[in-house]
């Protein structure tokens, strides 16, 4: 978790320090300008405040890596600027406002997301520790008058990770938000949202970042120098920042092309998919989140082919061309679609225990029992 300043004025942080978000991991906030997509929610964003119609709860939805984090931040900055007109989404980057929200030290802006060791996003978070219930936690500091006198800001990242005793505790929150403030949850589906959610907030879905942004991303963060290679890697990433940076790895580049063609075969090469894939995985080293990451990323490559499936079996050629731009991944389709029995039923069905193994290991699942049960289910879903 991270906390704009203590949870009171003048006092020490009182939260565990395996829920601080610490300094490293801080999410760097650039300035509007350098903002590259997401236009069209900034410029929804500006009319609401030009015509006084704000809303209190927001949910971003989108793929990761799309810059909703981000997004968010700005929103932030620019709504507790004080150098700035309060109605519009500007702001100085002068005053200590600005300076406070970028080093993340803001006393009316609270960061909350999920511990890496948890499941889900602890209750201590939202309402406090048991024997200080509803006097910490966000839903106290977001009712609490704002130090600078403009808003509270709450952001929670990871809301796919809310479970139904947390929703619960949002729930006066999201129904009674305490006057001059805004509650930006973060995820990446409707569909992953409780019902609890969903119905409290306005929804605005973050499309992928176009192929071009994407690769001066790419180029701007240092991870890859040529633009030539920017542009490649962009055009195979489905938009998305994390999935770019995963694929900059040539063994992960080169293992999403032996995924892809195994996907494609008839019946499904269990034991060679296990295998290799745990190799991969291991090859991240000892430190679980890395491996994690890992695993995540071929799930979600999985999940790519079986979508791509569903898209190319059921659209003629000319809008297969912009529904699933990756070349390669075309190839590999066509292929299986030409060779196999593989339908659209059959893909959806792998397509959704793709969804499901993202989920296990953010869920911390045993990797080498998710890995097996997993492609089992695939190759199933596949023939069945």
């Known amino acids: 978790m991270r906390f704009g300043r203590s949870v009171r004025s003048g006092q020490e942080n009182r939260w565990p320090t395996n829920f601080l978000l610490h300094a490293h991991n801080a999410v760097q906030v650039m300035n509007w300008e350098e903002l590259l997509g997401h236009q069209r929610q900034r410029h929804w964003f500006q009319r609401a405040l030009d015509n006084g119609r704000l809303a209190n709860s927001f949910l971003f939805v989108g793929s990761e890596g799309i810059g909703k984090r981000t997004f968010a931040r700005l929103i932030a900055k620019s709504l507790l600027c004080r150098g700035s007109a309060a109605d519009t989404l500007e702001f100085c980057d002068r005053c200590e406002d600005c300076a406070q929200v970028e080093a993340s030290t803001h006393p009316d802006l609270i960061e909350v997301s999920k511990p890496e060791e948890k499941s889900f996003l602890p209750l201590e978070l939202l309402i406090g520790e048991a024997t200080n219930r509803n006097r910490e936690g966000l839903c106290h500091e977001l009712s609490l008058k704002p130090h600078g006198g403009r808003r509270k800001i709450a952001i929670v ?12 505790c949002l729930l006066k929150t999201l129904e009674e938000p305490p006057p001059r403030s805004l509650l930006m949850l973060i995820g990446t589906s409707v569909q992953r949202q409780l019902p609890t959610i969903r119905s409290r907030c306005q929804i605005l879905l973050f499309q992928p970042l176009a192929a071009a942004d994407l690769a001066t ?22 938009g998305s920042l994390e999935i770019a940076r995963g694929l900059a790895d040539p063994a992960l580049h080169q293992f999403r092309s032996q995924l892809w063609n195994a996907l494609g075969r008839s019946p499904l090469p269990i034991v ?6 745990e190799e991969i995985v291991n090859e ?28 190319l079996d059921t659209t003629n050629s000319a809008a297969a061309e912009s529904l699933v731009a990756n070349a390669q991944l075309r190839q590999s389709v066509r292929q299986a679609l030409a060779q196999t029995n593989l339908s659209r039923e059959r893909a959806l069905a792998a397509w959704q225990r793709c969804l499901a193994a993202i989920e296990q290991v953010d869920r911390n699942a045993n990797q080498s029992t998710l890995i097996e049960s997993w492609f089992c289910d695939m190759a199933h879903a596949c023939q069945s």
Do not use: W
């Open 157 to 168: 990242d990871d809301a796919d990770y809310l479970n139904a005793e947390g929703a619960n």
């Open 217 to 238: 991303l790419l180029v701007q963060q240092g991870i890859v120098e040529a633009i030539d290679e920017a542009h490649m890697l962009a055009s195979m990433s489905s």
């Open 284 to 311: 991240a080293g000892k430190e679980a989140r890395p491996r994690r990451d890992r695993l995540k990323l071929i799930a979600q490559m999985a999940a790519e082919f079986f979508r791509a499936v569903i898209l």
């Open 272 to 277: 060679q998919l296990t295998r290799r894939c």
